[in-house]
C-alpha cells in the first residue's frame, strides 16, 4: 500500500490478471484521485472519488474509498501490457494535494 | 478536454545558472497552479501554489528567492529555478487545477544539472 513515508512499491503480474493497490491518509480529505504516470510522461489523472462515495468505475478501474479507515483503493481487472505504470494516490482536504509514494505496476504478456 | 502543456521537456545546465519553465492549461481556466518536483525515486514534494490574485505559497523547504513563480492569468504560470545545483535536480511538474477538485499536470520538464 502506498503510504506518504514508505518506499515505492512494486508489483510484477501477468496480463490479464486482476490487481488492487491501495492508499492510507492521515489527515482530512474530500477527494482522493489517483494517477498513472508511465516511463517519461507526467501523471495523469485516471479517476477521481469523494468523500461521499464509497466507490467509483471507469472501464475497468474501479476505486474506492472509506473514510472511517482513511483509505482509498485502486482496482484494475483485466490488466494489459499497457497499463505497466507507476500509479499514485493523491488526496485533499483543503487546498493542496498529497501524493502517495506510488505503486509501480508491471504487467506482463 | 483539458490539457496542460509544460516547456520545456528537457533542460540542461550548469550548476549555479538558472532556468525557466512554463506551463500552460488548455480547454479550461485553472484555479489554481501547484508546482511539484518528483525524484528520482518517484516522491513527489509540493513547492508552491499558486492562485491568481492571491499570495504564492511555498512550502517547507522552498523559497520564492530560490523558485520565483508568475501567474498571470488562468492559462499560464510559469516558475524559474534560480542557481541551480546538483539537488535541483528532478521532474518539475505544473498541476493545473480545474474547479476545486480535478488537478491535471503536464509532462513536466526534467532538469539536469551540470
Known amino acids: 500500500s502506498q503510504w506518504g513515508e514508505e518506499n515505492l512499491q512494486a508489483l510484477s503480474i501477468q496480463e490479464g490478471e486482476d490487481v488492487t493497490m491501495n492508499c492510507s491518509y492521515k489527515t482530512y480529505t474530500t477527494v482522493v484521485q489517483w494517477y498513472r504516470q508511465k516511463s517519461g510522461k507526467g501523471p495523469a489523472l485516471i479517476i477521481l472519488?469523494?468523500?461521499?462515495?464509497r466507490e467509483k468505475r471507469s472501464g475497468r478501474l474501479r476505486a474506492t474509498l472509506d473514510t472511517s479507515s482513511q483509505s482509498s483503493s485502486l482496482s484494475i481487472t483485466g490488466t494489459l501490457a499497457t497499463d505497466t505504470a507507476v500509479y499514485f494516490c493523491?488526496?485533499?482536504?483543503?487546498?493542496?494535494?498529497?501524493f502517495g509514494a506510488g505503486t509501480r505496476l508491471k504487467v506482463i504478456a | 478536454g483539458a490539457l496542460v502543456y509544460q516547456y520545456p521537456r528537457r533542460t540542461i545546465c550548469k550548476s549555479g545558472t538558472s532556468m525557466r519553465m512554463e506551463c500552460q492549461a488548455v480547454?479550461?481556466?485553472?484555479?489554481?497552479v501547484a508546482w511539484y518536483r518528483q525524484s528520482p525515486q518517484k516522491t513527489f514534494e509540493l513547492i508552491a501554489l499558486s492562485t491568481v490574485n492571491s499570495a504564492i505559497k511555498y512550502e517547507q523547504n522552498f523559497t520564492q528567492e530560490k523558485f520565483p513563480i508568475s501567474h498571470p492569468n488562468l492559462s499560464f504560470s510559469s516558475m524559474t529555478v534560480l542557481n541551480a545545483y546538483l539537488e535541483d535536480r528532478g521532474l518539475y511538474l505544473c498541476g493545473a487545477r480545474q474547479g476545486n477538485e480535478r488537478l491535471f499536470f503536464g509532462h513536466g520538464t526534467k532538469l539536469s544539472v551540470l
Open positions: 493523491a488526496h485533499t482536504g483543503n487546498y493542496k494535494y498529497v
Open positions: 480547454g479550461f481556466q485553472a484555479t489554481s
Open positions: 472519488i469523494r468523500s461521499n462515495e
